[in-house]
């Protein structure tokens, strides 16, 4: 309980005490005087009273009980989705945001991609990429898993040069899979590069990714690994060779992996076998030819399909689906900036014909607050949260008032007067300067406010003077400054 409810408390059973007593000396007086006449009158009337009182009393305290009781922190329930459920209404919310892109060709093309991805959930298979560095022997696991000679195996890198599909099939699992054999990964070249980017593109889209490695993780694989699984891929490690260990090498080596790897997988999800053992030269001379061994990655997969096989389809339909809003995202931030930018461009020469007008002999940027105030609102609407006028106002004041209070406001007119100066050849003072810096204020306010509707309506963690701040360091850059002060040149007509 709040320290503050005990002093209530406190209070009010002193408050209380009193009443107490007051009433059971005002009773004794009432009883003397009633007992005078009739003391069976005085019983009665005093009972009553009593009866009256503890009534009261009680009732208060029932209605207090709440009040004083400490609160338990209500938890929310929310019914536990179903990884299928939150799927689909991740999709569902990606649609929506594609439709906000302005550019058609780009909409389409997200919108077929969404499309693509709602009506493959219902019947399809189950894909299972084979993933790594060239000549670990993917296709020579994949051969062992189907039973069959399908791709060409071979000592060279790059043995596998396009991605091939097989179906195939786990009794008891009631999917239908596919597995893709896919090209080396960290192969060198032009053409290796190539296959590498179709191969991650396979490993992005597929459901379950088998990474096969023929050694403890090297820096390449590793960084490829990790890259998988932040992106929230489901991944089985599979070391294969094994034939070429010792037990006890091949033991400290799985222990090796499963600590080096972080995330760290499921002490399952992380297997040894042999998918096509080499002869191994005896001490007395002649050759030992070990048997395939590809049981425990039969068993984990078989297990894995079986168990989580649907969870596994829909967990990445959720990765699809967010990607493609992420991607959707990120085209309509730039759509948002590139109309923000333009709303920003019209309001500070607007602002620099204003300032222009103002009579008074000093640059005064509050005298821009109105105009700045409906910047406010347009740049709201770009990022579609609707700011009143009001609060535009508001808004404009306090970023005008930041800015004269970080010194901004003077920095920018020593600031344009060097400019200027270099690129008129002769020092300009007076409106065309006070004119210029208003503008380039107001572009600094309105970054600032961008930067406000971006962070959701917010200043962030360091405040607004950071951000104002920052937006005034970022457009101080040659490149931008050198192409406002040519705008201004034209716009306010500095150098008549
Ligand atoms: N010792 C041993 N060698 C193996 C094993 N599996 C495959 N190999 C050999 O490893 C080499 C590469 O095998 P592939 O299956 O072609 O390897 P890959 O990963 O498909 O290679 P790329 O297609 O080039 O990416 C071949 O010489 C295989 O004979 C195994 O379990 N033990
Ligand atoms: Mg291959």
Known sequence: MARWRWVLVLVGLLVSLGAVLLLTDSLLRLYAVLALLSPRLAQVVIGLIVIIAAGTAGFCIYRLGPFLRPRRRQKRLRSPRHPEEAAAASLHAVQRQVEQIQDQVTRQALRDKALTLQSSTADRDLTIAVFGVGSAGKTALINGLLGQPLGEVGAALGTTQIQQTYPWQIPNVPRALEIVDTPGIAETGVAGTEREQSARAVAAGSDLIVFVIDDDLRQAEYTVLQALMSMGKRVLLVLNKADRYPEADLESLLDRLRSRVVPPLSPDDIV???????????????????????????????????????????????????????????????????????????????????????????????????????????????????????????????????????GLVKGTVDLLALGLQTNL???????????????????????SFVEYFRQNQSWGDDGMGSIVEQQFRLNQRDAVMKAFIKEAITRVGVST
């Open 272 to 406: 040894a076998v042999a998918a096509m053992p080499q002869p191994l030269p005896q001490v007395g001379g002649g050759w030992l030819q070990m048997q395939p061994n590809l049981l425990p990655l039969r068993t984990r997969l078989a297990d894995l399909l079986r168990q989580e096989g649907e969870t596994l389809m829909a967990d990445n339909l959720l990765l699809q689906a967010q990607q493609i809003g992420a991607s959707a995202q990120q085209i309509i931030d730039s759509q948002r900036l590139a109309q923000a930018d333009a709303v920003i461009e019209r309001y500070q020469w607007l602002s620099a014909g204003a300032i222009a007008m103002t009579p008074l002999p000093g640059l005064d940027f509050l005298a821009t607050a109105a105009i700045n105030a409906q910047m406010v609102v347009e740049l709201s609407q770009v990022y579609g949260c609707e700011v009143s006028f009001e609060e535009g106002k508001a808004l404009a004041l306090s970023v005008a008032k930041t800015l004269t209070g970080l």
């Open 425 to 447: 050849a002769t020092a300009i003072a007076g409106r065309a300067l006070k004119a210029t810096s208003g503008a380039y204020l107001t572009r600094i306010a309105g970054k």
